[in-house]
């Protein structure tokens, strides 16, 4: 972007995003994930995956990320936040703590 958003902004953009995800998948049946569509790639190549193989894109390319600017992180001497999984559970759902 021209103008990095300032943080609040782009908080209420990506919960905004995370609903609309929550929205979606949960108004899918196993028939609709399975559905192969036609798009084009950002290059202009065409291409063909099914909903559930876009939706699995969308998770790894963005932990592809995450990592990434953990590594730069490290590159400068600063710790990368703790963005694992599990923390991510059971910060939602304490319940999972126990046994």
Same mark, same amino acid.
């Given at each position: ?16 995003? %995370? ?11 196993? %028939?609709?994930?399975?559905? $192969?569509?036609?798009? $084009?790639?950002? %290059?202009? %190549?065409?291409?063909? =995956? ?5 939706? $699995? ?14 590594? =730069?992180?490290?590159?400068? $001497? ?22």
């Amino acid at each position: 972007t021209e103008e990095t958003p300032l943080l609040g902004e782009l908080h209420f953009a990506v919960a905004e995003t %995370d609903l609309w995800f929550e929205t979606y998948l949960a108004g899918l049946n196993a %028939d609709a994930l399975a559905e $192969s569509l036609a798009f $084009s790639f950002t %290059d202009g %190549d065409a291409g063909r =995956m099914t909903r559930e193989e876009m939706l $699995s894109h969308v998770i790894t390319h963005g932990a592809y990320h995450r990592g990434n600017v953990g590594q =730069m992180l490290k590159g400068i $001497s600063v710790a990368p936040p703790r963005d694992l999984l599990t923390k991510f559970l059971h910060q939602r759902e304490p319940a999972r703590r126990q046994g």
